[in-house]
Every structure is written in C-alpha cells, then in structure tokens.
C-alpha cells in the first residue's frame, strides 16, 4: 500500500509539472520576442565570436538598472536552442554567446530570415485574440480575431498598413526559403509548363524564383489590389489584381502556397474549382499546392514536427476561417472539386508539395 501511495504521489507531481510546463509555455514565446526586439542575434553575429555576456550587456540598448537580468534571459534562450553557452578562458567566472543554426535563422540579413513572420505571429495583434478563444466559442463569431476586433482578419490587413507590411514581409521572407528548397529538389514539377499563375502570390517571391529558374515560363502573380498595388513585372513575370474565388487567368498551371490553409473546406472548394477553370483540359495542366499535411513526416513521426503543424492549426482556428488537413481531408476536397488524382511529396520540411491533377 506505502508503495502505491509513492507511484500516486509521483503520478501527481508528474501531472503538476507538465502542467506548470503547459500553463508557462507563453513565456518562450516571449522570450523570444524580447530577444529578437533587442537584436541579440544580429549583435552576437556582429561580435564575430562567442560574446562575452559583459561585452552583450554593454552592446544592449537597456537601461543601467536592468543589466543583471540579462543573464536569466540568455539562460532560457540557451536552454530553447537560441545559443550556445561557453565559459571565457581567461576569466572562468564569466560566459560568452554563440549563435546556433536556430538564431541565425533570425539575423536580419539572412535570405531566409524568420524574424519578420515570428515578429508578426508575436505582435499584440495577432496575439490579442487568444484571450477570446473561450469567449468565441459562445457566439456567433467566425473567429476569435473577430471578436476581439469587429473584422476579418483579412479586412484588418487591408485598412492597417503595419499589419499589412508585417504580413507581407514575413511571408516574403518564408517563401524564399520555400522557393530555394523546391527548385532545388522538385525541379520536375516545373518540366514541360509554359505558364503559371501564383494565386494569392503577394509581392512575387515565388514566382521571381521560379521564373529565373525555368525561364520558359511565363508567370502571373494574381493577388488583391492593395497587395500588387505598384509593383512592376518583367519579362516573363505580369502582376494581376484579382479574387481568386470568382477567376483565375486561363494557364496550364495555378500555385497556392500556404493558401489553402487560410480557408475552410466551402471557400477551398470554390478556389479549387476556378483553378480547374484555369487549366481547363490541358494536357500537362495541374495545381501545384506547398501547405501542411497532417500526420505526413518524410522522416517518420517527429513529435516537434506534429506539434508544429498542430500549432500552425490552432493559429488558422482563432486568425482565419482555415485549418491544416491530414491527407483523407486533401484528397476529399481535390475529388469533390471534380480533379482525378494527386501526389504528396513532403520534402519541404513544415510543408509538402502537392501535385493535383484534372
């Protein structure tokens, strides 16, 4: 009986402390914030060398009194992966801060930088609307973004310039990454088109991408007006206002990166449908979708890569209309909207590439 009281108790810390683990998960989040707002990184990465702490401190635009909590930040951001610590070898009392593979993902000046998207994902905007998640779920609303600010969130986009240019430059960001990985490895799925429209292609990082790669395509990026507002196409690259739910320009083949997540199956299947207009029955014709599949790991199960994903659901639930699909739920939507098959190829890490074919 002493023994079962002993596996019940430590049943029940057990319990306490994925809790507490739980309940404390924000504070990595904001941690991280704090971070990329003082620009730790790009300072650790100017040193040119493991940082000594007193020499990060000194570089930190804080004021005198808070100098002594720069290390417990340092700790938690050392303990998630941001840095690497080392001790200084002249004085073993002190430690210095190398960047990790994670951190420079964050410079400002990386091609592939992340801190745009993570900088809008933690801006109060975005953030603001999980405190109405329980309240959401007792009205009328379609999202808890709306009830916490009387708009889509898509409205909001289109009235607030900063969110605009917050969205829009992390999503820049995030498809060059996108981009490099399917030319470099999905050179395939390109072969044999002259056409394709970027739907919902924003500034036309993807289609500038894919365009110097495959020159014998001729690209559209179709967007929304205040999206493509002023900007200038090329030779081969024609920048289109549009709504992608009522047309798509004719092509023999349409792209939506990270777009169908934004939309619920209704508003999926009419986006779908007029990309079945676009290609018409061309031969070589097919839609050409980067977004999460469920349950879909290249490398087997990543528990870090399916709580990613089931985050990234979440996020769609309380922002948008949208969600992230398990491949039963694809399939669905591509044969209800009249397609004939399809093809996953998950080698985009979060994302995997899909091939849909009339």
């Known amino acids: 009986m002493e023994f079962d009281n002993e596996n019940h108790s430590a049943k029940l810390l057990r319990a306490q402390i994925h809790i507490f683990n739980q309940t404390f998960g924000f504070i990595n989040s904001m941690s991280l914030k704090c971070a990329m707002d003082l620009c730790i990184p790009d300072i650790i990465n100017k040193y040119g060398q493991p940082m000594p702490l007193s020499q990060l401190i000194a570089s930190l635009p804080i004021h005198p009194s808070k100098t002594s909590f ?22 073993e009392l002190e430690v210095s801060y190398a960047l990790t593979d994670t951190s420079r993902l964050l410079l400002k000046d990386h091609p592939f930088s992340m801190a745009p998207l993570s900088q809008v994902i933690l801006d109060p905007i975005l ?42 430059d992390g999503m820049t960001y995030d ?58 196409g090329t030779e081969n690259i024609k920048y289109v ?41 061309k031969e070589k014709g097919k839609v050409i979708i980067v977004d999460v599949v469920i349950g879909n790991d290249e490398k087997g199960d990543s528990k870090l890569l399916d709580q990613t994903k089931l985050f990234y659901d979440m996020e769609m639930m ?11 739920e694809w399939a669905k939507l591509f044969f209800s909207a009249g397609f004939s098959n399809y093809k996953i190829t998950p080698v985009l890490g979060l994302r995997s590439l899909i091939e849909v074919y009339p």
């Open 241 to 281: 206002e549009g709504d992608m739910f009522e047309a798509i320009p004719s092509t023999d083949s349409v792209m939506l990166k990270c777009i169908m997540h934004n939309w619920s199956d209704e508003e999926c299947l009419k986006i779908l449908k007029r990309c079945k207009e676009a290609i018409g029955g």
């Open 127 to 168: 953030i603001n609307p999980w405190l109405q998640f329980s309240t959401w779920f007792t009205n009328k609303d379609p999202t808890p973004f709306h009830t916490q600010n009387g708009m889509t969130f898509w409205d909001c986009a289109s009235r607030e310039p900063k969110l605009n240019h917050l969205f829009n």
């Open 318 to 328: 309380v922002l948008v209309t949208g969600k992230e699909r398990d491949e039963k």
């Open 175 to 232: 498809t060059q990454l996108i981009s490099s990985v399917v030319i470099e490895k999905c050179k395939g799925v390109f072969e044999g088109l002259e056409s394709l429209v970027d739907v919902g292609g924003g500034t036309g990082t993807m289609a500038k991408a894919i365009a110097k790669s495959f020159p014998q395509l001729k690209c559209i990026v179709l967007d929304l007006p205040h999206v493509v507002d002023g900007l200038q």
């Open 70 to 91: 720069i290390y417990r930040l340092m700790r938690i951001l050392t303990h998630n992966g941001f840095f690497s610590q080392h001790n200084v070898i002249e004085n």
